[in-house]
């Protein structure tokens, strides 16, 4: 089961150490959409020291993972306000991520210009726009998925993942209590 940071009270980080590594892939396995292979990873690499060393620990596992790997961590990331999200269908983590920077109220323009975009994405680079949505509101995701665009496939790869380890490392802080990095 998917734990969601919005549903789940924090653990501690000596509780995050103690748990079985079960447990720990169980919990921490909404940390990277749909690959709970990184919280199992990050598992092995216990104990940590600080919140930060679990972000580090998932960061860690995807930079040495394999490229069709990476490229399918970054193909399991939803369009932003696509087709999963009107239907519904996105993870309790996107779902809070998307709507917390306003792309759940998006006008009929905007929609449709995410739309361009996205399929944009997909014919260039055969894979979604992903950005921290959290560190950035509607206008920054716009202007970023269009400067982007003139990336070169190898560097809109090592760009997705850059921007999986930000939403990876406050998903991480989420789930931990005084995840702030001390």
Same mark, same amino acid.
């Given at each position: 089961?998917?734990?969601?940071?919005?549903?789940?009270?924090?653990?501690?980080?000596?509780?995050?150490? &103690?748990?079985?590594?079960? /447990?720990?892939?169980?919990?921490? %396995? *909404?940390? !990277?959409?749909?690959?709970?292979?990184?919280? #199992? @990873?990050?598992?092995?690499?216990?104990?940590?020291?600080?919140?930060?060393?679990?972000?580090?620990?998932?960061?860690?596992?995807?930079?040495?993972?394999?490229?069709?790997?990476?490229?399918?961590?970054?193909? &399991?990331?939803?369009?932003? /306000?696509?087709?999963?999200?009107? %239907? *519904?269908? !996105?993870?309790?983590?996107?779902?809070?991520? #998307? @709507?917390?920077?306003?792309?759940?109220?998006?006008?009929?323009?905007?929609?449709?210009?995410?739309?361009?975009?996205?399929?944009?994405?997909?014919?260039?680079?055969?894979?979604?726009?992903?950005?921290?949505?959290?560190?950035?509101?509607?206008?920054?995701?716009?202007?970023? %998925?269009?400067?982007?665009?003139?990336?070169?496939?190898?560097?809109?790869?090592?760009?997705?993942?850059?921007?999986?380890?930000?939403?990876?490392?406050?998903?991480?802080?989420?789930?931990?209590?005084?995840?702030?990095?001390?």
């Amino acid at each position: 089961m998917t734990q969601s940071p919005a549903h789940t009270a924090p653990l501690s980080l000596e509780a995050v150490n &103690a748990l079985s590594a079960d /447990a720990f892939t169980d919990y921490f %396995a *909404g940390v !990277l959409e749909y690959s709970p292979q990184y919280a #199992q @990873a990050a598992a092995a690499q216990r104990p940590f020291q600080n919140a930060e060393e679990v972000a580090d620990a998932f960061k860690d596992a995807v930079q040495t993972d394999s490229e069709s790997a990476q490229l399918r961590l970054i193909r &399991a990331h939803p369009d932003l /306000a696509g087709k999963a999200a009107l %239907a *519904g269908e !996105l993870t309790a983590e996107s779902a809070h991520e #998307q @709507a917390s920077a306003g792309l759940d109220r998006l006008t009929p323009e905007e929609f449709a210009e995410f739309g361009r975009l996205n399929d944009a994405y997909h014919e260039k680079f055969e894979l979604p726009y992903v950005v921290c949505v959290r560190e950035n509101d509607k206008d920054s995701i716009f202007e970023g %998925a269009r400067r982007r665009l003139a990336n070169t496939p190898e560097q809109e790869r090592q760009a997705a993942l850059h921007e999986i380890s930000r939403i990876a490392r406050l998903r991480v802080l989420d789930l931990i209590a005084d995840g702030d990095g001390k």
